[in-house]
């Protein structure tokens, strides 16, 4: 299977995922924004040196994708498909920031280095959140949550046709990969046949969007999609906000990891 029909499938599983009855399924979508939001803020919110302290914040993901049912390699392979673009942003913060600014076991580490695993972890936390979010919700009723928390309507309408979209992009590129593989004959193609295909690609994608679009007007579209979605808020969705962001809280005020190194230290000694 190449990569783009591995992508694809691991998306359409995680679109699935959010059908399926669970803990995490039946909170209010608005719930899941407010708390997923929250959790975005605080890890951005570190020093950029900040690498230890980020840890228990991992538990915030673990959690919610065993409340959701949703299994770790899928979340793993998005992250991971991903990466590189949290690598190209830091990779040379090694070499523009090389002052020690920690010490392990004698051994100096510059900030550069600090500073690029920071970003790595921030990004493995923050994309992994945004990915339970929409695996736990569903992408339709996270615009409609988006929209009853005063997103305007015209802008959740063309968070659901760019997301329309991109399946059509995508399930055009998994046929062009696939009619490549047929005819190679395992054979790669040169670098200069890729940008033909990229041009193509995005060709065959239009025209099968217009000819979505033309059906959707035949059918009545007048600018507006109406989703169907239940937004019945209850009192375990104010309990989940608010535990979530007290413990966001404590994580940002209290280094958990210092604290709970100093505690083991104390007991040995």
Wanted: net charge positive; proline share 3%; glycine share 10%.
């Amino acid at each position: 299977m190449s990569s783009i029909a591995q992508a694809l499938q691991d998306f359409q599983s995680l679109e699935s995922l959010a059908a399926k009855d669970s803990a995490l399924s039946a909170l209010d979508a608005r719930a899941k924004i407010l708390v997923t939001l929250g959790f975005i803020v605080t890890v951005v919110s570190f020093d950029r040196y900040a690498v230890a302290a980020l840890l228990p914040l991992a538990f915030f993901p673990v959690v919610m994708a065993a409340l959701g049912n949703i299994p770790g390699r899928l979340i793993g392979r998005a992250v991971l498909l991903a990466s590189p673009f949290a690598v190209m942003l830091g990779a040379f913060n090694p070499l523009f920031d090389p002052q020690v600014e920690l010490r392990v076991a004698g051994v100096g580490i510059g900030g550069g280095w600090l500073s690029f695993a920071s970003i790595l972890i921030r990004f493995a936390l923050t994309v992994s959140a945004g990915l339970i979010l929409v695996a736990g919700t569903g992408f339709a009723p996270l615009c409609v949550g988006l929209g009853r928390l005063g997103l305007p309507q015209v802008m959740t309408t063309q968070l659901l046709l760019l997301h329309c979209f991109t399946w059509v992009l995508a399930n055009e590129a998994a046929r062009m990969s696939l009619a490549r593989e047929l005819r190679a004959n395992g054979r790669s193609l040169a670098l200069a046949v890729y940008g033909p295909l990229l041009g193509h690609l995005l060709l065959r994608a239009l025209q099968r969007a217009q000819r979505i679009h033309q059906a959707m007007l035949a059918r009545g579209f007048n600018g507006q999609l109406h989703r169907r979605a239940v937004m019945d808020w209850q009192r375990r969705d104010t309990v989940f906000v608010g535990v979530c962001l007290l413990g966001f809280v404590l994580v940002r005020q209290l280094d958990l990891v210092h604290e709970l190194g100093a505690l083991v230290l104390g007991m040995v000694r």
